[in-house]
């Protein structure tokens, strides 16, 4: 397949995306208790979204956490997504093994990829500190003052590896 061929058909798919609002939603719908790869694909399809089109993807995809949070009962957007960021050590030593804890390391800089870009692409001032503040209010703040308290497992995992 030529070159162009292949860029014709990413810019089919990218505009079939902006045309129905319906593939975004399906995307934020599915990290409802979500595998760790799927959950980190969507975060960085939907994060590169936002980038690629900062106006209409931010649209898109805020319009998706707000279906997400009706369709799931969350009393607040992003709630499950803040609460993945904010699960503890205890639930990373329960997996076996070392490349399931690389996983949920993968998926939460996947999450927090996609939290900078709702929160950095508006070019109004005034729409990024209102996303932030929101964020802030769902305990994003607090999560990561944790996780850079916390050395994650990743790092214990490789450091004892190192040592061996």
Known sequence: MSESTQLSFYQVGYRAVFDSPLIVNCMALSLHDAPLRLRTLVCEVLAALCVLSPVEGEKLVLGAFSEYRIAYAE??????????????????????????????????????????????????????????????????????????????????????????
């Open 75 to 164: 009393m607040f957007r992003f709630e499950e997504l803040i609460r993945f960021l904010k699960l503890g050590d205890d639930d990373e030593d329960a997996l076996e093994d070392s490349s399931a804890r690389e996983g949920v390391w993968e998926a939460r800089a996947a999450t927090m990829t996609l939290l900078n870009a709702l929160s950095n692409c508006p070019d109004d001032l005034e729409e990024r500190v209102l996303i932030r503040e929101e964020f802030s209010r769902r305990g994003l703040n607090e999560a990561i003052v944790v996780r850079t308290l916390l050395k994650p497992a990743i790092i214990r995992t490789l450091r004892a590896d190192h040592h061996s």
